[in-house]
C-alpha cells in the first residue's frame, strides 16, 4: 500500500514537474515570441521603407515631366503625367496609411508592459531592479545611436569631399552624372523588363520579343556607361584615398534623395543634388541628436532615483579610439608642417597620405579626419615672414642672452632693408620688434647709467683733488 | 501587411520578468521611433 501511495506520490510529484518545466518553456517561450514578433515588424517596415524610397525617384521624375509638358506639350500628355505623378502619391499615401495604424497597435501594447512595469514597481526591491534595467538599457540605446550617428557624420563627410572634388575638378562632375543618370535609366529599364514578362508553367516568357531585344539591348549599352564612368570616378577618388565601397554607398546615398535636373538643359543638376543629400543628411542627424539626448536625459533621471552613475565602458572605449586617431593625426600633421618647405602647399594628396600612414582608421572617425583635413586648408600658409612660432617653441633662456641674439638679428635686418621689410608686415613681427625695442632701451638706459655714474665718480675724484 | 501583427496582450505579459519587460518596452520605442522615420520620409516624398 505504502508503495503503492508512494508511487502516486511520486506520480503525482512527476506530474507537477513536467507542468512548472511547461510553465517555463511557456514563460521563456512567451518572452522568445514577442520578440521575434518585435523583430520581424522591423524587418517588414524596413521593406517598406525601401519601397516608398524607390517610388522617390519616379516620382520626382514625373514631377519634372509633368511641370515641363504643362507649359510645352498637349492635354494628352499632360494627362499621362499628371495620372502617374497621381498613381505614384497613392502608392506612398498607403504606405503611411499602414505605417500609422500599425503604429497606434504598438503604442496601445507599449502602454500594456508599462502597466505591468507599475505593477510591479509596488514591490520596492522588484522597483528598483525595474529601474536598473532601464538604466542599462537607456545607455545602450543612447551608444547605439551615437555610433549610427556617427555614420551619417561620415556620410556627410564623403557628400562634402565629392562637393570639394567637384569644384577642383570638373570631370569628376561629368562621371558623376552619368552614374547617376545610367543608375535611373537601368532602374527603370528594368521595370520595364519587368512588365514585359510573366511566367507560365514555370517558364519566362515575354509580351513582346521584339520589346525584349530592344530593351536588352539598351540595358547592355548603358551598363557599359556606367562602368565606363564609375571607373573613372574610382582612379580619381583611389588617388585620394577614397575606396571603391565608401564611393557606391555615397553614390547610392545621394541617388536615394532624389536627383535635380535642370530645366533649360535636362542635365542633372550636381550641385542641387549634392545639397539635397546634404540637407536630408542634416535632418537625420538633428532626429538623432534629440533622441540621443532623450536617453541621456532619462538615463540622468534614473542614476539620480537610483543614487549612483553607471559605468560609461563602451562611451569611454569609443572616445579614447577616436582621441588616439586624432592625436596621431595631429602630431603627423606637425611632423609634415616642420618638414615641408614654408613656402611649399599643404596639398590634399600629400595630407591625406600622410594620414593614411595611421590607417587603420575606423569609419565613425572618417567626420573627424575630414574636418582636420578641412581646417588645415583653411589655416594660412607659414611664410618666411612669420617667426612668431618658433618664438614660443623656443626653450627658455637666460634674458640677458636672447636679448642679445635679438639685438644681433635686428642689426643684420638693418644691413640687410628688403627683410627688414618683409619682417614688418605681420602682426606677431611687429610684436618681436617691440620686444627687441623694449630691450634696446633697456640696455640704452643701461648704457646710460653707466655713463652717468662715470662722469660723476670722476667728479667727485676731481673735487677731492 | 498582417494588421495585428504585434498585439500584444496582457496575458502574454504575466510571467516575464523586469528586465524582459524592459528590454519589449524600449525595443517597442525603437520600432516607433523607425516609423516615424517611415511616415516623415513620406512626408518628404509627397511634398517635395
Not at chain 1, 542614476?303 to 588616439?324: A, P, S
Request: proline share 1%.
Amino acid at each position: 500500500m505504502d508503495l503503492e501511495f508512494n508511487d502516486t506520490k511520486q506520480g503525482n510529484l512527476d506530474n507537477d514537474k513536467k507542468e512548472n518545466t511547461i510553465n517555463v518553456e511557456e514563460i521563456n517561450n512567451n518572452y522568445a515570441q514577442l520578440k521575434q514578433k518585435i523583430a520581424n515588424a522591423e524587418k517588414k517596415f524596413a521593406k517598406l521603407k525601401e519601397e516608398a524610397n524607390k517610388l522617390r525617384k519616379p516620382y520626382y521624375k514625373y514631377q519634372y515631366i509633368y511641370a515641363s509638358v504643362q507649359e510645352k506639350g498637349n492635354e494628352e500628355q499632360i494627362k499621362t503625367a499628371q495620372s502617374k505623378v497621381n498613381e505614384i502619391k497613392e502608392k506612398i499615401e498607403k504606405i503611411k496609411y499602414a505605417a500609422n495604424k500599425q503604429k497606434e497597435i504598438i503604442i496601445q501594447s507599449k502602454n500594456a508592459i508599462e502597466k505591468s512595469i507599475e505593477m510591479i514597481k509596488n514591490d520596492p526591491q522588484m522597483g528598483k531592479e525595474i529601474d536598473e534595467a532601464l538604466l542599462k538599457r537607456y545607455d545602450r540605446q543612447a551608444n547605439k545611436l551615437t555610433q549610427e550617428k556617427a555614420e551619417l557624420v561620415s556620410k556627410k563627410a564623403g557628400v562634402l569631399i565629392f562637393k570639394d572634388m567637384l569644384s577642383n575638378h570638373p570631370s569628376v562632375g561629368n562621371n558623376l552624372r552619368g552614374v547617376l543618370s545610367s543608375i535611373t535609366e537601368i532602374n527603370e529599364l528594368e521595370s520595364k523588363m519587368q512588365e514585359n514578362e510573366y511566367i507560365e508553367n514555370g517558364v519566362t516568357k515575354y509580351k513582346d520579343y521584339s520589346v525584349k531585344i530592344t530593351l536588352n539591348m539598351q540595358y547592355t549599352d548603358e551598363k557599359i556607361r556606367l562602368d565606363k564612368n564609375l571607373n573613372l570616378l574610382y582612379d580619381y577618388c583611389n588617388k585620394n584615398n577614397i575606396g571603391k565601397e565608401e564611393v557606391n554607398s555615397y553614390i547610392n546615398m545621394i541617388g536615394e534623395n532624389g536627383i535635380g535636373i535642370v530645366e533649360e538643359t535636362g542635365e542633372i543638376d550636381l550641385e542641387y543634388t549634392l545639397n539635397k543629400s546634404i540637407n536630408s543628411l542634416d535632418e537625420k542627424m538633428n532626429k538623432y541628436d534629440e533622441r540621443i539626448s532623450n536617453y541621456m536625459m532619462l538615463k540622468a533621471k534614473k542614476e539620480n532615483e537610483l543614487g549612483y552613475k553607471l559605468e560609461k565602458q563602451t562611451e569611454n572605449k569609443i572616445n579614447n579610439d577616436e582621441n588616439k586617431t586624432e592625436n596621431k593625426i595631429n602630431n603627423n600633421e606637425n611632423n609634415t608642417k616642420k618638414e615641408n618647405d614654408i613656402n611649399t602647399e599643404n596639398s590634399l594628396e600629400d595630407e591625406t597620405e600622410n594620414i593614411a600612414t595611421y590607417s587603420p582608421i575606423k569609419w565613425w572617425q572618417f567626420g573627424k579626419r575630414f574636418k582636420n583635413w578641412w581646417m588645415g586648408r583653411k589655416q594660412p600658409k607659414l611664410s618666411a615672414s612669420n617667426i612668431s612660432q618658433e618664438i614660443t617653441e623656443e626653450p627658455k633662456e637666460n634674458e640677458e642672452s636672447k636679448e642679445n641674439e635679438e639685438i644681433k638679428e635686428v642689426e643684420k635686418t638693418q644691413e640687410n632693408p628688403q627683410t627688414s621689410k618683409q619682417n614688418s608686415q605681420t602682426l606677431s613681427d611687429n610684436f618681436r620688434y617691440q620686444i627687441v625695442r623694449e630691450a634696446m632701451n633697456r640696455k640704452q638706459n643701461e648704457d646710460y647709467e653707466y655713463v652717468n655714474n662715470a662722469n660723476q665718480n670722476k667728479e667727485e675724484k676731481e673735487e677731492e683733488r | 501587411m498582417d494588421e495585428n501583427m504585434l498585439n500584444i496582450s496582457d496575458e502574454q505579459l504575466k510571467n516575464l520578468s523586469a528586465e524582459e519587460l524592459v528590454d519589449l518596452k524600449v525595443d517597442l520605442e525603437e520600432l516607433i521611433d523607425k516609423i516615424d522615420d517611415l511616415i516623415d520620409d513620406c512626408d518628404e516624398i509627397i511634398n517635395s
